[in-house]
Nanobody, 122 residues
């Protein structure tokens, strides 16, 4: 059974940092494209960091470029999202997702985790 389990969310002050983790089971990450997405109340889900396993291509929207970094530890079958310089507008439920095909920041990924909440106070 394919599972993605996120962790590492929490409450942080503006300007602070967090590292989110996404542990994968039931498949190996190096065969899949991986993405981090977020959804704030009343807003659409959006991609914030995505990476292709085949060529290492990455996607970051302008809103997080230079602040967020996605990485993969294949030995641990875990994906990370390093977030620094956090802003109140980064407050959202953060999800990781996986798919055989790289979809950039699009929402068409096949497998999704349940999410971890990130709250940034001003």
């Amino acid at each position: 059974e394919v599972q993605l389990v996120e962790s590492g969310g929490g409450l942080v002050q503006a300007g602070g940092s967090l590292r989110l983790s996404c542990a994968a089971s039931g498949f190996t990450l190096d065969d899949y494209a991986i993405g981090w997405f977020r959804q704030a109340p009343g807003k659409e889900r959006e991609g914030v960091s995505c990476i292709s396993s085949s060529d290492g291509s990455t996607y970051y929207p302008d809103s997080v470029k230079g602040r967020f970094t996605i990485s993969i530890d294949n030995a641990k079958n875990t994906v990370y999202l390093e977030m620094k310089g956090l802003k109140p507008e980064d407050t959202a439920l953060y999800y990781c997702a996986a798919d055989r095909h790289y979809r950039g920041g699009g929402l068409g990924y096949q497998f999704w985790g349940q999410g971890t909440q990130v709250t940034v106070s001003s």
